[in-house]
């Protein structure tokens, strides 16, 4: 495939993007694999100090990967369940579980009213991406930002 990030033209479309993919899933699957890992082992296990993990990587339907993950940190709290069942949910362990979850689990979104773009900050040329504070703002509002809510896209529902 040609390379033309900087000529500011897009060589192929979208869908034939999408289908070389499909055709070089093993390819795509470890490049993935091996910048995960990478980022993985060097930022997120270092950052949180983990003792234990696991994480797996799932496709939708056309082609995007994503990956689910868990980790235990060293030497972190021990949740005493006892007590919160005792005591229910004005226990001080459950204040502490809610102050330490919101210390470890952080979004930001520094513009969450920005309008979403129309067309895929990935897409963009090479020379109509600089690297602002746009940019990130254009990416998050189109991948983190949930716009259809339906109990079949995201929600596991017991239909059993």
């Not at 234990?52 to 939708?60: A, I, R, S």
């Not at 972190?76 to 369940?81: D, M």
């Not at 005792?86 to 969450?112: A, C, Q, R, W």
């Amino acid at each position: 495939m040609p390379d033309n990030r900087n000529s500011g033209e897009e060589s192929i479309s979208a869908k034939q993007r999408q289908q070389n993919l499909v055709d070089n899933l093993h390819i795509t699957a470890w490049f993935f694999n091996r910048h995960f890992k990478y980022f993985f082992h060097d930022v997120l296990k270092r950052q949180w100090d983990l003792k234990d993990y696991w994480y797996h990587f799932e496709w939708q339907h056309r082609g995007s990967v994503h990956v689910y993950r868990i980790g235990k940190i060293k030497n972190t709290s021990i949740i005493n369940w006892n007590d919160i069942k005792l005591n229910g949910n004005d226990s001080d362990e459950m204040k502490n579980i809610i102050e330490y979850i919101d210390f470890m689990v952080t979004i930001i979104n520094l513009n969450i009213f920005a309008a979403i773009p129309e067309k895929h900050p990935c897409q963009k040329g090479g020379d109509k991406i600089d690297n602002s504070l746009q940019d990130y703002i254009e990416l998050i509002n189109k991948l983190q930002r949930y716009t259809r809510y339906s109990s079949s896209y995201c929600i596991h529902v017991n239909r059993g």
